[in-house]
């Protein structure tokens, strides 16, 4: 065991005199320690971001109107301003090396700022053949390839909206999410590789487009020997080639601040997923903080994060070109052919800030690797659920002593982190370092009053810039407002559980909701339910995920059936199939249980959350309000045996 809070490693003078922020700071002429930075930024919201904008010299028309006006949730950032992703992203050096693409075969390919550039000024013209114009929608159902990243910026350089799904999702899932946003164009792998096997999508990109309205076009870029038998899709079809057919000098499409530049999901228990819809300007702002500041990345920097293109983490990813950074695109399995499988792409790459989720480190040191190579490493970057303790202490145990290892919490929600780490303090076992610069984060009691050293609600208390400019199909705002602002008016409630350190470091303990987190990938329980209760053997069910403290848990699934039917392994088999098909593999459940009923509430919500509290230790008399029970009897089926 290793004890949280132990010392594991702190910035030498040379780290901290090097540091990005501390360049920042002497521009500011501001002295303090980093609290003094962060508070500052917090309670002169306006003045802050400013400096932001300032400092980094954000290519736009910076406007006349205020920066900050209005009260949480009702808030308008920069008034009068325009500017455009895309192009903050592609200057600079035209001969810098911007992109190094991998995948588990091998495969490697390199584009340097300017033959990115090029690619984008091909496609963007492609794109406006198929009559994409400032507005529309572009989704693309792609892996983590070099394609997602140039058919993304030229969606942006036009002010066009884009969204993006990993095509290990099912077509159900995908269909939920794009039917909601009407794309144009779908642009979309005939199939991809994970974990040294092919599958074939061809079909299921077929069902997709045949479901979205409006569609116009679909844009194939092929990855896989062809599928026979497939129909011909919704709309125009052309291949990646065809699309990018025209050398066409790129150009940017300025637009307002808080013009939207893509749409993100984020899956709550009931519903739909929640399409969140962030603009050019507050995510330019953010990343550009957040990937200087914290991560300490520039120029010279080699900076990779595993992550899908469903996953937010992939946007943060390729913010690094905002920066000036090298990024990394991978694409296939963490743990194919070994579970050394990332370290080995660090190694070969020169990877300077290595990024993953909190289960690879967690199995990397289960597995006792102790990788090498690393000589380039300064910084690694663990989210998507709390690192533990010993993972902390493996790092500098067994891969580098020297490495700043930033443990972050964030969300979809914002596409950043609230809390991380920064260069200029010590790491210590299980603790995040501070709460971010501009994040006014706190931790709530049950009765809302802020608490130091106590297990609370995280919230935020101040506006930031990255926060959603609206949910799509959501005029009225009133389902951006219920989903964070119901609890605290006026006050922005994460759903994480959060402890805030006397000196200012953070302590996560997981979500405070039951949205299901699988190896990052997070996915609302409702959409769990309408696969497995589609079957006729199934009468209810309930999905409950036990993950906590960095690792991923047991997916567990406890069903009721219908009369006369029976859990029996041909049953399971097929859910199983369908679960992996409709969702994705990260969501096919470890175990399934049969119980003669699924606790609810009277007005018959499920009771996902007490019934997690239970699994995990809690006593059923502090875990549910029996008396606000439908069916308080069968609580007792859930309690886990001593």
């Known amino acids: 065991m290793v004890e949280e809070g132990a010392l594991l490693w702190e910035p030498t003078a040379e780290v901290v005199r090097n540091a990005k922020i501390t360049r920042y700071a002497e521009w500011l002429g501001r002295e303090g320690d980093y609290q003094d930075i962060w508070r500052w930024s917090v309670e002169s919201p306006a003045e802050f971001w400013t400096s932001i904008w300032d400092y980094f010299a954000v290519v736009g028309d910076r406007g006349d109107g205020p920066v900050l006006s209005g009260t949480m949730p009702d808030v308008t950032w920069f008034e009068g301003t325009t500017l455009n992703y895309a192009e903050n992203a592609l200057r600079g050096d035209p001969d810098r090396l911007a992109v190094i693409f991998r995948d588990e075969s091998g495969n490697r390919r390199t584009y340097t700022l300017g033959e990115l550039r090029a690619e984008v000024g091909r496609v963007r013209a492609g794109l406006i053949r198929l009559g994409v114009g400032c507005g529309d929608r572009v989704a693309g159902y792609v892996p983590n390839i070099p394609e997602a990243l140039i058919a993304f910026l030229a969606t942006a350089s036009l002010g066009a909206i884009w969204s993006s799904c990993s095509p290990d999702f099912g077509a159900p899932s995908v269909i939920d999410r794009f039917t909601q946003i009407e794309p ?96 050019h300007g507050g995510i330019v702002l953010e990343h550009l903080k957040a990937l200087s500041f914290h991560q300490d990345l520039g120029e010279g920097d080699v900076f990779f994060w595993y992550t899908t293109t469903g996953w937010m983490m992939w946007n943060f990813l390729i913010g690094g070109l905002l920066v000036g950074a090298t990024v990394v695109l991978y694409d296939g399995s963490a743990a194919h052919p070994d579970t050394g499988a990332l370290w080995e792409v660090a190694a070969r790459e020169g990877v300077t800030y290595f990024g993953t989720g909190a289960p690879y480190i967690v199995a990397s040191m289960k597995a006792g690797l102790r990788p090498s190579g690393l000589e380039r490493l300064r910084g690694i970057g663990s989210t998507g659920s709390p690192l533990p303790p010993e993972g902390f202490a493996w790092v500098y145990s067994d891969v580098k002593p020297d490495v700043q290892l930033g443990s972050f919490s964030g969300g979809t929600d914002v596409c950043t982190g609230f809390v991380g780490a920064v260069p200029l303090l010590p790491i210590r076992a299980g603790v995040i370092p501070c709460r971010c610069l501009g994040a006014r984060v ?57 402890k805030i350190l006397p000196d200012g470091g953070c302590v996560i303990y997981g979500r405070s909701d039951s949205t299901l987190n699988r190896g990052g990938v997070r996915m609302g329980t409702s959409e769990f339910y309408r696969v497995v209760e589609r079957f006729e053997e199934i009468e209810d069910s309930l999905v409950i995920d036990t993950g906590q403290l960095g690792q991923d848990g047991r997916l567990l699934l406890y069903v009721t059936l219908a009369p006369g039917a029976e859990l ?44 997690r509290k239970i699994l995990l230790g809690t006593p059923v008399e502090k875990a549910a309000n029996r008396d606000a029970m439908a069916n308080p009897e069968v609580l007792a089926h859930f309690v886990p045996e001593s």
Not at 253 to 277: A, Q
Not at 451 to 479: A, C, I, K, Q
Not at 572 to 597: N, T
């Open 184 to 279: 144009k164009v779908l642009v979309a792998v005939d199939g991809y590789r994970y974990n040294g096997k092919q599958f074939g999508r061809a079909g299921v990109v077929r069902d997709i487009a045949a479901k979205l309205p409006g569609l116009a076009a679909t844009v194939w870029i092929p990855s896989v020997p062809a599928e026979d038998g497939a129909d011909v899709a919704a709309g125009e079809e052309l291949d990646w080639e065809t699309l990018r057919a025209e050398v066409a000098e790129p150009a940017f499409e300025r637009v307002p601040f808080g013009h939207p530049l893509w749409v993100l999901y984020s899956s709550g228990t009931t519903g739909l997923p929640k399409p969140i819809v962030h603009g």
């Open 442 to 498: 706190e931790s709530f009691d049950a009765a809302g009053n802020p608490v130091v050293g106590e297990v609370g609600e995280l919230v935020v208390t101040t506006p930031m810039p990255s926060m959603p400019v609206m949910f799509w199909n959501d005029p009225s705002g009133d389902r951006y407002r219920e989903s964070y602002f119901a609890d605290y008016p006026g006050i922005w409630r994460h759903g994480d559980w959060i």
């Open 568 to 611: 029996t392994e041909d049953l399971v088999a097929r859910l199983r199939a369908a679960l992996r098909s409709e969702l994705s593999p990260r969501h096919v459940p470890d175990e399934f249980h049969r119980v003669p009923g699924i606790p609810r509430t009277l007005s018959g919500k499920k009771l996902e959350v007490p019934v």
